[in-house]
């Protein structure tokens, strides 16, 4: 019996040796496997995704990250060189005791793209796995452990121009004011503005004519129906204007 207590011992120091090495070079590999068996559990469902991404968007360069006092933030430095640890001044602040103040960085070089570096840290930084030494070029997609903190990196590597939405979906896109207002998109208003700039030289140019000077002779003897319904039909442009035709009722 105490054999067999002293094997039992000696094969579960024996797991758990592997289990310490398997964690310090394939820790996303373990951090995988415990997501998939334990999906449905309340504790990994509230597992919060660490990210950090690189953007270059023509001559600027930044980092978005939610390493950074638990929200999204975009992270802009003049040198493109960010700083990872547990120091207050650095970049990327991880309050993490197995990491180092100077824990490591990440720089983008131009043409080259985005580089990983650690530091000579003490407990050493890992991506995809593999102990990190020197400069690394990241990948999109490539997984980082630092100190205890395990991240993903992302960049962006392609743009596109997305097409004009289509009127009728911008009609969706409406502002309400009240129940019975509403604030109509700024493009669907500069639409309108052509037409008021059409309308205006039309003006000009009837004033011009000396047509108007007469129509205003005319027009002080209309009721303010037959003027209401003159301007309509002289702005809307919807049915030529015949001067035999009586107008009102």
């Given at each position: 019996?105490?054999?067999f207590?002293?094997?039992e011992?000696?094969r579960r120091?024996?797991?758990y040796?592997v289990?310490l090495k398997l ?10 496997i415990?997501?998939?068996?334990n ?6 469902k509230?597992?919060k995704?660490?990210?950090v ?8 360069v930044?980092l978005m990250?939610?390493?950074c006092d638990n929200q ?10 960010w700083t990872?640890g547990?120091n207050r ?10 990491m ?5 960085a990440?720089?983008y070089?131009n043409d080259?793209?985005f580089?990983?570096i ?7 930084s ?9 400069l ?5 997609g490539?997984?980082i ?5 395990n ?8 743009h596109?121009?997305?097409?004009s939405?289509a009127?009728e ?12 207002q ?5 493009c669907l208003?500069?639409?309108?503005k ?6 205006n ?11 108007v000077d007469?129509?205003?002779d005319?027009y ?6 037959q003027?209401s ?8 442009r919807q049915?030529p204007y015949?001067p035999s ?5």
């Amino acid at each position: 019996m105490t054999d067999f207590a002293q094997t039992e011992i000696e094969r579960r120091l024996s797991l758990y040796q592997v289990f310490l090495k398997l964690y310090e070079h394939h820790s996303s590999l373990l951090d995988e496997i415990l997501q998939q068996e334990n999906l449905s559990q309340p504790l990994f469902k509230k597992m919060k995704l660490c990210y950090v991404h690189g953007v270059v968007d023509t001559n600027t360069v930044y980092l978005m990250t939610n390493l950074c006092d638990n929200q999204t933030q975009s992270l802009r430095q003049p040198q493109r060189i960010w700083t990872i640890g547990r120091n207050r001044n650095s970049g990327i602040c991880i309050a993490d005791n197995y990491m180092s103040r100077r824990h490591a960085a990440i720089q983008y070089i131009n043409d080259q793209g985005f580089y990983f570096i650690d530091f000579n840290s003490t407990n050493g930084s890992f991506v995809n796995g593999d102990r990190a030494f020197g400069l690394i070029k990241l990948k999109d997609g490539d997984r980082i452990r630092v100190g205890n903190m395990n991240f993903d990196f992302f960049m962006t590597s392609t743009h596109r121009m997305l097409p004009s939405v289509a009127m009728e979906l911008l009609m969706h896109l409406v502002h309400r004011k009240s129940d019975t207002q509403a604030e109509i998109l700024t493009c669907l208003r500069d639409r309108q503005k052509p037409l008021i700039e059409k309308q205006n030289d039309n003006l000009k140019i009837l004033r011009n004519s000396g047509l108007v000077d007469k129509f205003e002779d005319w027009y002080d003897n209309f009721s303010s129906e037959q003027k209401s319904e003159i301007l309509d039909r002289f702005f809307s442009r919807q049915k030529p204007y015949n001067p035999s035709e009586k107008i009102g009722n």
